[in-house]
């Protein structure tokens, strides 16, 4: 199983709990519509110019659809693909109890091509839990080729500073992957043993922006903004955020 793979258990667990997003299933949202992106996405929507009429946006990473359904309330075409088959299952009845055509699928953005172009395509938390240098390489190029000359790429990812702690049976190493403990190993491709327990690959988390944008500009992107926010309080992850254009 690839490490990232591992977010269709999580999901299953969210379903279950009787949650309907990420956030809220990590306690950082109230509810569907007040999902964590949500600022950075109405500042994006603020600093961005759409050529076609109505634009067509993609979320990568969309998980249970609420930035794809923020983005079809405000007048986009939109679809949206996750790796979690449950994840998708979720988004679909999200967005048919809204009334909101979205079009979601099942797929990997590290492997799968993406079907056409468009003119927006949006991060939904996804790069950063991308760990490889090859895959992290072949998302933002697939990516990058999925959107139309003049389009945007909206990214929000952690980053790391001196006081982030990510909790008990973690560990963050110098190359900015965050190793996770697990209880049975074997299950994943990108495993390795610390102190006599197995880890997991589970986030790519940079201390230092400047990888991102290399990473960024190498794909092909030009970063038209940029900003690092802190972390609201001591010890939690700082947030990258990037307006992109493709020319």
């Known amino acids: 199983m690839r490490y990232y793979e591992g977010h269709e258990t999580v999901y299953q667990r969210l379903r279950d709990r009787g949650c309907s997003t990420w956030d809220e299933f990590l306690g950082q949202a109230a509810d569907f519509d007040s999902f964590c992106m949500k600022q950075f996405v109405e500042e994006a929507l603020e600093r961005s110019s759409f050529v076609r009429e109505p634009p067509l946006a993609l979320e990568i990473g969309c998980g249970t659809g609420p930035i794809c359904c923020f983005l079809a309330e405000g007048g986009f075409e939109v679809e949206g693909i996750d790796i979690s088959a449950t994840a998708i299952a979720i988004a679909r009845e999200q967005a048919e109890a809204r009334g909101l055509s979205v079009k979601y699928r099942v797929a990997d953005?590290?492997?799968?091509?993406?079907?056409?172009?468009?003119?927006?395509?949006?991060?939904?938390?996804?790069?950063?839990?991308?760990?490889?240098?090859?895959?992290?390489?072949?998302?933002?190029?697939?990516?990058?080729?999925?959107?139309?000359?003049?389009?945007?790429?909206?990214?929000?990812?952690?980053?790391?500073?001196?006081?982030?702690?990510?909790?008990?049976?973690?560990?963050?190493?110098?190359?900015?992957?965050?190793?996770?403990?697990?209880?049975?190993?074997?299950?994943?491709d990108l495993e390795k043993q610390i102190a006599g327990e197995t880890y997991v690959a589970n986030r790519r988390v940079y201390r230092d922006p400047k990888y991102l944008e290399s990473e960024l500009q190498m794909a092909g992107f030009v970063i038209e903004r940029s900003n690092a926010a802190a972390p609201e309080e001591n010890g939690q992850s700082a947030t990258y955020q990037a307006i992109c254009t493709v020319r």
Not at 122 to 135: A, S
Not at 155 to 173: E, V, Y
């Open 109 to 188: 953005v590290c492997h799968d091509r993406l079907q056409q172009l468009y003119d927006l395509v949006v991060d939904g938390h996804c790069l950063h839990c991308i760990v490889t240098e090859e895959d992290r390489h072949k998302a933002l190029r697939n990516v990058c080729a999925a959107i139309r000359p003049g389009g945007h790429f909206w990214l929000d990812t952690m980053i790391a500073d001196s006081a982030t702690d990510f909790g008990k049976d973690t560990t963050l190493d110098d190359d900015g992957i965050l190793w996770v403990k697990i209880p049975t190993p074997g299950r994943f």
